[in-house]
Every structure is written in structure tokens, then in C-alpha cells.
């Protein structure tokens, strides 16, 4: 099934976004997580902007909701403000939880590192593997 785009407007620019749901396990907790990419007014061809965000504060039951256009608002105004550059053609700007985490505020949600298969979102067990 494709992803569904949907677009919101934030002092007076158009983003286009997209989410996927997808659960990740920390410390025997499924936490409900949400991938979101974002667009500027350039399309695909600007640069994007990636999150990855995880249920937050505390342990949550994956459900099957979907992020609100806040939660939304909240990942492209954190990106702003750290430097992402919707109008630039082409790269990916990723908000990582370690630089920009103290400057993104959404209810419900914390910024966490990318999460790929068969790695844990667990912020220490994340770094211990980044340093080897």
C-alpha cells in the first residue's frame, strides 16, 4: 500500500509530508513509533527532512493512531530551526535525538535516532553500538 502524502501550511509555506507506523521494543515495552519525512515547497527535489519518533513519556501499548498535523507542525519547526533548508535541491536533513532533541517539543512523542531493522531505539544500547 503507497503512503498517503498530505500537506500542511505553516507561516505561510506549504510542506508536504508522510508517516509510517511501525512499533519498536525497549526494555519488554512496545512503544507505538512514527517515521516521518517532510518536503518544502520544492517537492521531492528539495531537501528532506527525516524523524524518527517514539511514543513518549514511558511505555505505551502500540496503538493504531496516526500522527496529528501538530505532532507534524513540531518535527518541521524543530528542522527549521536546526538548519534544514526545504528550498535546497536535493540531501536529507535527519534530526537526530543527541543535537536536536532539547529543541523539539511535541506532546506524546520524544525525537529518538533512526531506527533500522533489528536495532533497538533504546538511546544507550544505541550509542554503546555507535562507539563499538
Same mark, same amino acid.
Given at each position: 500500500?503507497?503512503?498517503?502524502?498530505?500537506? +500542511?501550511? +505553516?507561516?505561510?509555506?506549504?510542506?508536504? #509530508?508522510?508517516? @509510517? /507506523?511501525?512499533?519498536?521494543? +525497549?526494555?519488554?515495552?512496545?512503544?507505538?513509533?512514527?517515521?516521518?519525512?517532510? #518536503?518544502?515547497?520544492?517537492?521531492? *527535489?528539495?531537501?528532506?527532512?527525516?524523524?524518527? /519518533?517514539?511514543? @513518549?513519556?514511558?511505555?505505551?501499548?502500540?496503538?493504531?493512531?496516526?500522527?496529528?498535523?501538530?505532532? !507534524?507542525?513540531?518535527?518541521? +519547526?524543530? =528542522?527549521?530551526?536546526?538548519?534544514?533548508?526545504? $528550498?535546497?535541491? =536535493?540531501?536529507? %536533513?535527519? /534530526?537526530?535525538?543527541? $543535537?536536536?532533541?532539547?529543541? %523539539?517539543?511535541?506532546?506524546?512523542?520524544?525525537?529518538? *535516532?533512526? !531506527?533500522?531493522?533489528?536495532?533497538?531505539?533504546?538511546?544507550?544500547?544505541? $550509542?554503546?553500538?555507535?562507539?563499538?
Amino acid at each position: 500500500m503507497r503512503a498517503r502524502l498530505r500537506q +500542511i501550511h +505553516i507561516d505561510g509555506h506549504t510542506y508536504t #509530508w508522510r508517516a @509510517a /507506523l511501525h512499533r519498536v521494543q +525497549i526494555d519488554g515495552f512496545h512503544h507505538r513509533a512514527v517515521y516521518v519525512r517532510a #518536503w518544502g515547497g520544492g517537492g521531492k *527535489n528539495g531537501q528532506k527532512l527525516e524523524a524518527d /519518533l517514539l511514543s @513518549a513519556p514511558g511505555p505505551y501499548i502500540v496503538d493504531s493512531g496516526y500522527p496529528t498535523p501538530v505532532d !507534524v507542525r513540531a518535527v518541521i +519547526i524543530c =528542522g527549521l530551526k536546526s538548519g534544514w533548508q526545504p $528550498e535546497q535541491r =536535493g540531501g536529507t %536533513f535527519v /534530526l537526530y535525538d543527541r $543535537e536536536h532533541g532539547a529543541s %523539539f517539543a511535541a506532546s506524546g512523542f520524544q525525537l529518538t *535516532n533512526p !531506527v533500522h531493522p533489528g536495532e533497538s531505539a533504546d538511546p544507550t544500547i544505541h $550509542e554503546a553500538q555507535q562507539r563499538g
